[in-house]
């Protein structure tokens, strides 16, 4: 088992809906969550960074963290064409140098 | 304004050479890292280093090899040893322990086989 997951998608969706993109971990050391964006053939861009559980929000775009269900979330809201990408999640543990491990990608698409 | 560069964009290598993949930093970051992206894969730490003149291996860093001489800069080469090499290459860095601050991505080089 993978130590986190991440649905590949494709996910498409309309213009304006409401995009709810997912990730799974198994390791409960995590404390830090980071949500990219990656548009094709570019480097990831970061959107979001959360420290432990809870929401965060910035624009469109809100990140939530449960780690009682090791499940976190981004949502993005009034969706545009330009959000189509592929959104990496991302988490490390705490203290030290530690490794930070990459979902492989949910691809989202957002039809005009 | 600052950011990581990463050349050249496109990179084709023939059997038995070895090729150097450029990454350079004006973030002042203390830590870089190098990852391989293949399709249907997360990203894959190949070498990070955290301090100018020292490195140390990731989770598959076997057929590659890195330097930090300078702070800006970490160049890794990809020697004749990776039998595999095909992959998009991305270049990070980050201030380093214990910070915990995220990292940030070059736009990649795509290295192709001949």
């Known amino acids: 088992q993978k130590e986190v997951e991440q649905d590949p998608g494709p996910l498409s969706v309309p213009e304006g809906a409401i995009v709810s993109l997912n990730c799974t971990y198994s390791n409960s050391a995590f404390q830090y969550f980071m949500w990219y964006r990656q548009y094709s053939r570019k480097g990831p861009e970061l959107l979001m960074y959360?420290?432990?559980?809870g929401n965060k929000e910035d624009g469109r775009f809100t990140a939530q963290v449960d780690k009682s269900s090791k499940y976190i979330s981004l949502f993005i809201r009034d969706s545009q064409p330009s959000d189509s990408a592929t959104y990496l999640c991302?988490?490390?543990?705490?203290?030290?140098?530690?490794?930070?491990?990459f979902g492989t990608g949910t691809k989202l698409q957002v039809i005009p | 304004d600052g950011g990581i560069t990463q050349s050249p964009k496109y990179l084709f290598r023939k059997e038995g050479q070895n090729v150097t993949l450029s990454c350079e930093q004006n973030l002042n970051h203390d830590a870089m890292y190098w990852y391989r992206q293949d399709p249907g894969q997360g990203l894959r730490l190949i070498y990070y280093?955290?301090?100018?003149?020292?490195?140390q291996k990731g989770d598959i860093a076997e057929g590659y090899s890195v330097s930090r001489e300078k702070k800006e800069s970490f160049p890794l080469t990809v020697t004749s040893a990776q039998k595999n090499p095909t992959a998009f290459y991305l270049c990070a860095s980050d201030r380093g322990r214990p910070s915990n601050q995220p990292q940030h991505f070059g736009d990649g080089t795509r290295l192709s086989i001949l």
């Open positions: 959360t420290y432990s559980s």
């Open positions: 991302a988490m490390s543990a705490e203290g030290g140098y530690q490794k930070v491990t």
């Open positions: 280093s955290q301090i100018v003149n020292d490195f």
